[in-house]
């Protein structure tokens, strides 16, 4: 079974601050991804990849940058953040891009 | 608008009952479908998924049932007990290896002893 894991599981800053979300995959799988869940919203995505150094847009990008820097590494980007941030995070990993297997999330608080 | 929609944002089914969870989606370009399992504080995990060369798939107490011509699909879960309580989320893909799932917003299921 896939083994994601992120960091840090609860962070909480200010409006403004910059935060980096982590996330690991230890299966070599192919694809990565960003999701936000918000009560009323289900899962949405922010951004995906399917390699280490590509980067796709997702549904919801604004205000988000990702970078993947290896196979297993994807990090996700908040430079200026906002209370509209505050959510769950989810990040996922494939190796098709059909079942994921998602992280134990990450929740983010801005005030 | 929204791709993937599932109307009943909550269920309640008793304990041995049938559970019926549905998902309408718009995009007729869609040809993956998939549930997804979530209890609170955890993360989703699949339960089933379907091609749409199938308008039929089981798997235990778990049965998709896939109407293409009506952009619908829906999970049948048989015998229905309290630890089925939790979110289920549908998602839609398009095409093999495309590396994009769309997410409804996801429907509560209680299943009452």
């Known amino acids: 079974e896939a083994a994601v894991t992120q960091s840090p599981r609860n962070k909480v800053t200010v409006t403004g601050g910059n935060v980096t979300l982590s996330c690991r995959q230890t299966n070599s799988h192919n694809y990565m991804y960003w999701y936000r869940q918000d009560t009323g919203h289900g899962l949405r995505l922010i951004h995906y990849s399917y390699g280490a150094g590509n980067l796709q847009i997702g549904d919801v990008p604004d205000g988000y940058k990702a970078t993947r820097t290896t196979q297993e590494d994807f990090f996700l980007l908040l430079e200026l953040a906002s209370p509209s941030q505050t959510s769950l995070y989810f990040c996922?990993?494939?190796?098709?891009?059909?079942?994921?297997?998602f992280g134990p999330g990450t929740r983010l608080t801005v005030l | 608008g929204q791709q993937v929609k599932q109307s009943s944002p909550s269920l309640t089914v008793q304990e041995g009952g049938i559970s019926i969870l549905n998902c309408d989606y718009e995009?007729?370009?869609?040809?993956?479908f998939a549930w997804y399992k979530k209890y609170p504080d955890n993360s989703p995990t699949l339960l089933i998924s379907?091609?749409?060369?199938?308008d039929k798939r089981e798997d235990g107490r778990l049965t998709v049932f896939l109407n293409k011509s009506g952009k619908h699909f829906s999970l049948h879960i048989t015998a229905s007990q309290p630890e089925d309580t939790a979110v289920y989320l549908c998602?839609?893909?398009?095409?093999?290896?495309?590396?994009?799932?769309?997410f409804g917003h996801g429907t509560i299921l209680r299943v009452h002893p």
């Open positions: 995009n007729d370009m869609f040809d993956y």
């Open positions: 996922a990993s494939s190796d098709t891009g059909d079942e994921q297997y």
């Open positions: 379907v091609r749409s060369n199938v």
């Open positions: 998602a839609a893909g398009i095409g093999a290896n495309t590396g994009k799932l769309t």
